[in-house]
């Protein structure tokens, strides 16, 4: 992507498709490329008794920390954070030695200031924003909508918040605040709810899963994926996490990142239908 590729808010992330003006976000495309990879990985080194050994987790942290690297690179840190988070977080999951989290954990702590200088200046200037006294002016917006939402929320009219186009972003990063301000605590309430039904069902699927972990890692990637694009989309529209172009899973507008997540849904239906086994037999519950 450094040498070509559509800029856009001071990133090259996107490719345009001649003739059609349509434009793909490759690092969003690579998301189900990612969990099957690290589904396959796993399928052929299982985890030992007590998790993966320190040998065993520096040859999966190369495929994590890779993607990593070269999405933060466009940059793009808020993908690339969440497929660290989604590829740590499976591997958690499946079983990784309790003293490698610990030793990462005082690794992380060490090194979080030379982390932070390698930041781009906007980067720094979103989390200077969100450790300040006064949120950002993005921020500020989305927790008026947010608060003029009341119980029920108003109708489209009377939204003025993003009526008046006060509000940015609303259809994409910030489409949680006009949610609200349109259906108010209830709606938001609600759609919370099912948000983490949902992600709660793909979990408890590993129960049935045992010594499936091609499917378990599909289940497991899927599931933190949605927890933490929710989350962090949630979390930054009042306050609580710095801005990051994070979509709301299935509500948030573009392309990419609803294409992305269809392909998810359209793999797990087939990984829980027909059971992965090299053989091609069908592995029954």
Known sequence: MDFFGISRLGAKRWLDIPFVHFTIQPSEIFKPIFILMLAYIIKQNPPEKEGYSWKSFFKLNFFILLPFILIAKEPDL?????LLLVGYGTLFIIGVNKKIWLSLAIIIGISAPFLYNSLHDYQKRRISDFI???PSYHVRQSIIAIGSGGLSGKIKEEATQTHNKFLPIATSDFIFAYFVERFGFLGAATLIFLYGLLVVHLITLNFKLKN?????VITTGISFLIFVYTSVNIAMTIGLAPVVGVPLPFFSYGGSSFITFMIFFGILENTLAF????THRSVKL
């Open 78 to 82: 808020g993908t690339a954070m969440v």
């Open 132 to 134: 300040s006294e006064k």
């Open 212 to 216: 499936d972990y091609f499917a378990q």
């Open 275 to 278: 059971r992965f086994d090299p």
